[in-house]
Nanobody, 121 residues
Framework: QVQLVESGGGLVQAGGSLRLSCAAS????????MGWFRQAPGKEREFVAS????????YYADSVKGRFTISRDNAKKTMYLQMNSLKPEDTADYYC??????????????WGQGTQVTVSS
């Protein structure tokens, strides 16, 4: 199990950009597939993007494809989510998570505490 801490959330205008970070405390960070999920008020948590342990492969939800970019730096034990062209519907609490396979989005079970993103119209 790896401890994860998100940061970088905030308030931005529609069309703006924001970069989220997820820092891991474990030296074994590079063994995990990683992902970003979000939860808006009154809605269930939904998948945003995931990345393989090496960073070679990525997977995106249709709602963010072309706007968001997931990346990781295993040497820094950090994962990132670059969010561009933000929309009000992107407003949510964003969570990073660790799993065993980047395509098995239902099996991510190691979560950070979340960081809030608010996009104004």
């Amino acid at each position: 199990q790896v401890q994860l801490v998100e940061s970088g959330g905030g308030l931005v205008q529609a069309g703006g950009s924001l970069r989220l970070s997820c820092a891991a405390s474990e030296r074994t960070f590079s063994r995990y597939a990683m992902g970003w999920f979000r939860q808006a008020p009154g809605k269930e948590r939904e998948f945003v993007a995931s990345i393989s342990s090496t960073g070679f492969s990525t997977y995106y939800a249709d709602s963010v494809k072309g706007r968001f970019t997931i990346s990781r730096d295993n040497a820094k034990k950090t994962m990132y989510l670059q969010m561009n062209s933000l929309k009000p519907e992107d407003t949510a609490d964003y969570y990073c998570a660790a799993g065993t396979a980047y395509l098995r989005i239902g099996e991510f079970d190691n979560w950070g505490q979340g960081t809030q993103v608010t996009v104004s119209s």
